[in-house]
Nanobody, 116 residues
Framework: QVQLVESGGGLVQPGGSLRLSCAAS????????LSWYRQAPGKDRELVAS????????NYASSVKGRFTISRDNVKNTVYLQMKSLNPEDTAVYYC?????????WGQGTQVTVSS
């Protein structure tokens, strides 16, 4: 059974930091590109960051570049999103995504709220 389970979300003040984790099981984690998406209320889901299967190439949305860092541990089957200098515009549900060719897996999401 394929599972992607996100954790680490919560309420944080502007300027604060959070680290999201996504633990995977049920598929060959190391062969998949991993990504974090987010969806704010009333907005479309958007790609935040991605990392290739080998971990050598990463990509970021312009809005988070320099503030967020994606990483993966192919031994622990976990992908991370380190977020710093958070602002209210980062408030959203954050989803973990695994993709390889036409196979796509999604997590259930974790809420991140940035507010004073």
């Amino acid at each position: 059974q394929v599972q992607l389970v996100e954790s680490g979300g919560g309420l944080v003040q502007p300027g604060g930091s959070l680290r999201l984790s996504c633990a995977a099981s049920g598929f060959t984690f190391s062969a998949f590109r991993l990504s974090w998406y987010r969806q704010a209320p009333g907005k479309d889901r958007e790609l935040v960051a991605s990392i290739e299967s080998t971990g050598g190439t990463t990509n970021y949305a312009s809005s988070v570049k320099g503030r967020f860092t994606i990483s993966r541990d192919n031994v622990k089957n976990t992908v991370y999103l380190q977020m710093k200098s958070l602002n209210p515009e980062d408030t959203a549900v954050y989803y973990c995504n695994a993709r390889r060719l036409m196979v796509v897996h999604w997590g259930q999401g974790t809420q991140v709220t940035v507010s004073s």
